[in-house]
């Protein structure tokens, strides 16, 4: 979603004039797209703020600004731990970039715009996309769960709708433009609601989409799982252009855990969600989000996040160690577990998942998949790399003109995150 944002706002500028660089020394304006969701990404923002001259070597009279998350709840404080910026823009005010823009050529030396945009939120935008063969598209925006771990409803909003109409407009738009894949974006994607009452649900919105002649594939993230429903299985069992492959966010396998986080279903609702999952005629690869150390989670409750790998046994995970997030009703939990501990739960999750994904990618190893080629390798720079609609990564040899086409490989060899292969066609 952050990349769709710089996307959003890359665009905007290219339209007021600016020209894109890759050389940070060359910039007039340098802007920082931020994250809350974790303290660490905080501390970073304003180390690089700090050091601003020695690490991106800026020319005299450069202009800097802070997007983002992290704008949206630091807000005017900004200013008072890194003078230097001047523009602060949160993540739902970017429809105003232009006048912000404007006031800092003017000379103004700090601008801020932190307000919850709501009228202007799914404004069509001049973007700047960075894949020529892939899209993002957003559909809603905004979080009404409140778990208690999370800064969303506070950076982004209230959910927020975008009409059906517009979403198709823009994704037939990408199809004619020769994006190959669309995906549907939004923070809990699935909990979208058609404001005109056009589309019925979300599993319809799929289907729709994926009736778009020229697009081949649909993608979405990320989807709740009290919201996730046999419709949307259905939808990617039946229809191929609906890519077999599903994030659904667990963050706990402990029921106890998952009670104080405010998430809304219990350990056994989850299992019954993936069940649905793993019944599907068509295959479906399951990804997800864990977090380890959260105030008050005891061995035993860590012991239940591993069993329940165990017995989903995911494609593959995002893990964090639990960082307190100011405003968020965690914040306050005074059963905090000690940061060493952390850590070694995480070591130990992560070589558990480890080891479940060498067991995973080596049945594919013979077999002969589809990939949507989409650049070089990031092993070996002489290679290609594509991706599966499992979103399974496979490296293999072949020739540049083969960039946005689909290839057929045949899987020789895997590491627990990619796959390698060689050309079949």
């Not at 005010?93 to 006031?103: D, R, T």
Request: hydrophobic content about 35%.
């Amino acid at each position: 979603m952050n990349h769709h944002d710089s996307e959003k706002v890359a665009g905007t500028l290219i339209t007021m004039g600016y020209i894109p660089t890759e050389n940070p020394a060359e910039a007039d304006l340098l802007l920082l797209n931020t994250c809350n969701i974790r303290e660490k990404a905080n501390q970073k923002v304003f180390s690089r703020l700090g050091s601003l001259h020695e690490s991106y070597r800026l020319k005299p009279g450069a202009k800097v600004g802070l997007l983002g998350c992290m704008a949206q709840m630091e807000g005017p404080k900004i200013f008072q731990k890194a003078p230097n910026v001047n523009l602060v823009v949160g993540s739902s005010s970017y429809s105003f970039i232009p006048e912000l823009v404007a006031k800092v050529e003017q000379g103004v030396p700090q601008v801020i715009d932190v307000s919850q945009d709501t009228d202007r939120l799914f404004e069509t935008y001049t973007q700047s996309r960075e894949n020529p063969y892939k899209a993002y598209v957003t559909i809603m925006e905004g979080c009404n769960r409140f778990c208690a771990f999370c800064v969303v409803p506070y950076t982004r909003g209230p959910e927020r709708s975008r009409r059906s109409e517009h979403i198709l407009s823009e994704a037939r738009q990408l199809a004619s433009e020769g994006y190959q894949e669309i995906m549907l974006l939004g923070q809990t994607v699935n909990s979208w609601k058609d404001p005109a009452g056009g589309i019925a649900s979300f599993a319809d919105l799929l289907k729709r989409v994926a009736e778009i002649e020229g697009i081949h594939r649909v993608r979405f993230t990320s989807p709740h799982p009290s919201d996730f429903n046999p419709e949307i299985v259905e939808v990617i069992e039946n229809v191929p252009q609906v890519c077999n492959q599903v994030h659904l966010p667990v963050q706990s396998g402990s029921t106890r855990v998952l009670k104080r986080m405010k998430r809304d279903y219990s350990r056994e609702e989850y299992l019954r969600r993936v069940d649905f999952i793993k019944k599907a005629k068509r295959e479906i690869a399951l990804s997800t989000d864990i977090i380890v150390g959260f105030p008050g989670e005891t061995q035993m409750d860590f012991e239940e996040t591993l069993s329940l790998m165990q017995e989903v046994r995911y494609d593959s995970i995002f893990s964090f160690k639990y960082s307190p997030r100011p405003g968020t009703e965690a914040y306050s939990f005074e059963d905090a577990i000690p940061e060493q501990e952390k850590g070694r739960r995480l070591m130990i999750l992560q070589e558990f998942q480890r080891k479940i994904q060498l067991e995973r990618n080596a049945r594919f190893v013979g077999k002969e998949l589809e990939i949507l080629v989409e650049g070089k390798s990031q092993r070996d720079s002489k290679d290609l790399m594509g991706r599966t609609t499992q979103n399974k990564i496979i490296n293999f040899s072949g020739p540049p003109t083969l960039l946005g086409k689909f290839a057929n490989v045949r899987v020789t060899n895997f590491s627990p995150n990619s796959l390698q292969g060689e050309l079949i066609s």
